[in-house]
Every structure is written in C-alpha cells, then in structure tokens.
C-alpha cells in the first residue's frame, strides 16, 4: 500500500450539467458551509456507443450563496473526483469560484470529461480484441475527501489502446509503478464498481514504491526525463481548456490545479508556452479605459503571474511553492494589478 497521508489524485474537467437544485449543508449555522449538487457523467464506452448516465455529487465547501442553482445549469468545472469502489455515488469537489456557467448546450455530448490520475499500478491484464491487444490495468488513487478531512482509498480501471502507438506504453504499467496518466472517463465497470478511463498519455515518476536506496537513485534520473514528457500532457491539458472554453480565467484555474495537485517539472516554462492564453483577458494597462496604453511584455507577463497568484492563494499555496520564478521586476509590476490600483494605474510604473 502507499503511504495514506500521501495524495494521488484524480483530477478532472469539463462540462456538468445540474439535474437538481443544490443543497446546503452549513456548519454549526454559519454563513459557509458544504455545498452538494447532483449532476451526471454521461458516458459513451469505449466505441461512444454507449448509453450510460453515471450519477454523481457535485460538492464545494464556500458561502451558502454560492450554488450552483436549480437544476439544468450547464458549468466547466475543475476539481477532484474520489470514487470509491463500494457502489456509492463518485464525489467531484471543486472550487467555486473557478466555475464557470456556461449557456445551454441542448444534450450533453458523452466522454468528455478529461481526466489526469496519478497512483499506483496494482495488476495489469492484456486482452485480445480484433486489431491487437489492449491493457486493462487498475490504478490505485488516494483522494483527500475534504469532508472527512482525510485520505480515502480507491481504484480506477485505465484502458490502453491496441494501437501501434498506444501498444508502445504498454511495458511502462508495471505493478508497483507510479505512473501519471491522462485521458477520457468513458465506462463504469459496475461489476466492481470502478471507473473506466482510456488512456492518452501516460508518463511513470520515480519508479517503483518498492524501489531499494540505490535503484531510487537511478529512477530519479529517469523520473526527470519522464517528467519533460509528463509536461507534455499538461501543455496538451491547458491547449483543450482554452480550446473548449476560450476564457483566460478558467484556464489560469486549470494552471493553478496542475501546479498545486501534480506539479510539473518545469512550471515557469508551462506557463511561459501559454502565456497568451492564460492572460488573453487584459490587453490595456486600465481596462476601464479604451484609451489607456497596451500593457507592455513585462506587464502582460506580470499580470498573469499576479491572477495565478489569486488562484494559488485559494488552494492554499503560492507561486514559490509550486516553483514559478519571480524576477524582481515581476513582483515590482504585479503591484499594477492589486484592488488598490486597479482604477488608477500609473503609467509611470
């Protein structure tokens, strides 16, 4: 087993749509509390062929206010899906002010909700099908369940295409493996409860968790090389969020996800690649103002660093703790972009 204090998350993002209205549960009759919505992942199987809708809790510790509404509400969400293999209903926690609602959409497309795990390989079984043979492997998780205040185990099954390209990963899912892997939630094996993803890209870490002091020394090494890959997946990740919902916003909320919950191995170069993206909603030093100056480079690089920063401090965390650098002239011009001077910028600065 891993070690249980230690997270191995299940992340993921795309569009929910409410088929109730949300509940409030406040703690001790404050002002806050735990909000639950109930949604579903509608999921099409491996050929999209499929008619499964999967029910599933929508859940948010914020102010009481902030619902998600009556049902038929349709939002990009991010967050963390713990989905225990007992029958229960998965859990989707995520943070509220990260949602972002969108129009109606008339009927949901199925196997669309993109997913990134990071755990441990516990069996792996090839299975003959008509073009090859495909890997089926299941992947243990430990999901921090924010209402518990703890860890809880479970497991998803990971399917690995037969395809010449797919097929080449294969020997990366050893048991005892930490991999990370991304793709699309498509099935539900109700036989054992378990979610079904199919896989996109898969990178392993430091190696095995039975690794001795000597072999750990040479899986580092190899885990940083994995890692440059792994960024790969995550540049991949934040291309589709834009792409899906061309908001800088939500992006910058899936940036701080990945930095904080699976850090990569070079988050200043990640958000250097999407620096357009992630600060696309501010051209103008005033924004209030048609007529105020274009935001230089250094400005336009510091405002991003500024709105992740928000987001960072609502997860808990900053930009030096998931390894963005901060030059002094940056840290100088993000002060351009406090509350305090938001409506009186001085182009001097």
Not at 143 to 169: E, M, N, W
Request: proline share 5%; glycine share 8%; hydrophobic share 35%.
């Amino acid at each position: 087993m891993s070690d249980p204090k230690l997270t191995h998350p299940v992340t993921c993002y795309g569009l929910f749509t409410t088929t109730a209205e949300s509940v409030v549960a406040a703690i001790d009759g404050s002002r806050s509390g735990r909000i639950s919505t109930q949604s579903v992942l509608r999921l099409g199987g491996m050929t999209s062929n499929k008619q499964l809708d999967m029910s599933v809790t929508l859940r948010c510790n914020t102010a009481n206010i902030n619902t998600l509404g009556a049902a038929g509400g349709s939002y990009f969400l991010a967050g963390d899906l713990i989905a225990r293999n007992d029958g229960t209903a998965p859990i989707f926690t995520y943070l509220h002010k990260d949602a972002q609602k969108v129009g109606r959409i008339g009927e949901e497309p199925r196997n669309q909700i993109s997913v990134v795990g990071l755990g441990y390989v516990t069996t792996r079984t090839p299975v003959k099908e008509s073009g090859g043979t495909r890997l089926d492997v299941i992947i243990e998780h430990h999901g921090l369940d924010t209402q518990l205040c703890s860890t809880v185990p479970f497991s998803v099954k990971y399917v690995i295409p037969s395809d010449k390209h797919a097929a080449k990963t294969h020997e990366l899912f050893q048991i005892g493996q930490e991999v990370q892997v991304r793709g699309k939630l498509i099935d539900w094996d109700m036989s054992i409860h378990m979610a079904v993803v199919l896989v996109d890209v898969v990178s392993p870490t430091t190696g095995p968790r039975s690794a001795s002091p000597s072999s750990a020394t040479i899986s580092t090494s190899q885990g940083e090389i994995a890692f440059d890959r792994w960024d790969t997946m995550w540049d991949q990740t934040l291309v589709e969020t834009n792409e899906m919902m061309g908001d800088a916003s939500q992006t910058r909320s899936v940036f701080a996800m990945v930095c904080v919950h699976n850090l990569p191995s070079n988050p200043t170069e990640l958000f250097n690649r999407h620096l357009e993206s992630l600060t696309s909603d501010r051209t103008r030093l005033d924004p209030s103002n048609p007529t105020s100056r274009m935001l230089t480079p250094l400005e336009k690089r510091s405002f991003g660093l500024f709105k992740i920063q928000e987001k960072l401090a609502g997860m808990e965390s900053t930009l030096e703790a998931v390894g963005l650098r901060i030059t002094h002239d940056e840290r100088s011009k993000m002060s351009l972009f406090s509350p305090r001077n938001a409506h009186a910028p001085n182009p001097s600065i």
